[in-house]
């Protein structure tokens, strides 16, 4: 968890109801009791300060949660398909919604005048102490200092704009340097890097399908392909060839703790939806990929990293796999949820994983539950049952 003084603050609390209607583009159990929620309204009112804030989506708002207790503090009522995203700080979230990145205090409970506008919003990355939004129906990418969301403001940005709109993802270095996507709405080719003042320094178009992003241990970037691994090393493109012709990893986990990242593997290009059993490491030092066969399929949100570098999978099979990234060895399975099967439409909820210090907290919407459990002990801290069954689920989280 976040460690900071407890704060006594008590402030208002706004009510919210958006009408409009969106779609943004994609990228058995456990017995143990687990204690019920109360509903909190969302009439105006005072709310209590809320300490390491979780939010989790629903069909028609948020969940605002105690991040210790998992009991719920406040429910936001927001029409549409809405993603959370961790915004960079120890108060805010990104939240997704019809009209474009929104800034949702969560310590709070309201959301702030911040907001960056614009057709399909897609990926939210923080990384060196900066957040980078990018819209994927305008190509424009937003970089900001997460400290200057304090008093719910429009931070100042750093702003690019694609050459065309496409589903795209970018990453700001620690030192100025912009890494994003290239692509239109039909094709997506590669990756070009922009100095701090703008000038592109480098550009690599043999990733097609480029899908998602991670940083590993020394600040090594890596772009999924339907090929392979895009890596952005020492000022170069360097690629990462997959063993199969087609292998799709559009989903990739990374850590400062690890030059190993974590992605999905997927070879069937013609599936509606096809289930991998097998996860990719790929080894920034080497440029070489090694394939892990799990022996259950997962989801696109079963990807994390622990906070020692390890490389963590939510399977179907409904236990939490704790896999060491240098050997691909699995180090122990925490008994999280109960089977699942991964629907058919990505917007349709299913367990998800999103981890916070040494604290892995998974939803279990079949249930209308969500779990914390200790990463270390692999023990269950808490558990709780909510009014409605989740869907996105992330948290603040400050200090990367």
Same mark, same amino acid.
């Given at each position: ?26 990228? &058995? ?37 105690? +991040? ?10 927001? /029409? %549409? ?24 205090? /969560? ?10 506008? *614009? ?9 060196? %102490? ?18 200057? $969301?304090?008093? %719910? ?29 290239? +692509? @239109? ?24 399908? !480029? ?6 241990? &020394?600040?090594?970037?890596?772009? +999924?392909? #339907?090929?392979?691994?895009?890596? =952005? ?12 012709? =087609?292998?799709?990893? %559009? ?13 999905? =593997? ?7 939806? #096809? ?5 990719? $490491? ?9 394939? !892990?066969?799990? +022996?259950?399929? =997962? ?52 367990? @998800? ?8 907290? !998974? ?14 002990? *692999? ?18 989280? /400050?200090?990367?």
């Amino acid at each position: 968890m976040n460690n900071r003084s407890t704060r006594a603050r008590t402030l208002t609390g706004t009510a919210l109801a958006l009408a409009a209607s969106m779609a943004l583009t994609a990228c &058995g159990g456990n017995d143990d009791a687990a204690s019920e929620a109360e509903p909190t309204q969302t009439t105006r009112g005072k709310a209590t300060a809320v300490e390491n804030p979780l939010v989790a989506s629903y069909d028609g708002g948020l969940y605002v949660l105690d +991040g210790d207790t998992l009991k719920l503090a406040k429910t936001v009522e927001l /029409a %549409g398909f809405n993603r959370v995203n961790p915004a960079g700080d120890e108060d805010h979230v990104v939240v997704s919604t019809d009209t474009g990145f929104r800034v949702f205090d /969560a310590t709070r409970q309201t959301f702030t005048d911040a907001e960056f506008k *614009g057709a399909k919003p897609g990926h939210v990355v923080r990384h060196a %102490g900066r957040t980078t939004l990018f819209t994927d129906g305008t190509g424009e990418v937003n970089v900001f200092d997460p400290a200057d $969301l304090a008093g %719910g403001k429009q931070p100042e940005s750093r702003d690019h704009t694609s050459a065309e709109p496409h589903h795209g993802v970018a990453i700001e270095l620690a030192d100025g340097r912009l890494v994003t996507t290239l +692509g @239109t709405e039909e094709t997506r080719t590669g990756a070009l890097v922009l100095d701090k003042k703008g000038t592109e320094i480098a550009r690599a178009e043999n990733c097609p399908g !480029v899908h998602g992003e991670a940083a590993a241990e &020394g600040e090594v970037v890596g772009l +999924g392909c #339907e090929d392979g691994v895009l890596l =952005y090393k020492n000022g170069a493109f360097t690629k990462v060839d997959a063993p199969d012709d =087609y292998a799709r990893t %559009g989903n990739q986990a990374g850590s400062d703790a690890s030059p190993v990242l974590l992605g999905d =593997y997927k070879t069937d290009a013609d599936a509606e939806l #096809e289930r991998p059993t097998r996860i990719a $490491l790929i080894d920034t030092r080497t440029a070489k990929m090694k394939l !892990v066969d799990l +022996g259950t399929s =997962y989801s696109f949100r079963s990807l994390a990293r622990g906070p020692h570098g390890e490389a963590l999978v939510l399977g179907t099979d409904g236990m939490l796999h704790v896999i060491d990234p240098e050997t691909g060895k699995t180090e122990k399975e925490i008994d999280a949820v109960g089977d699942w099967t991964e629907p058919l439409d990505w917007q349709q909820p299913r367990p @998800t994983l999103f981890v916070r210090d040494h604290t892995a907290y !998974v939803s279990e919407p079949g249930k209308r539950q969500l779990h914390a459990f200790d990463l270390d002990s *692999g023990k269950k801290l808490t558990s709780v049952t909510l009014p409605k069954a989740t869907n996105e689920l992330s948290g603040t989280v /400050a200090g990367h």
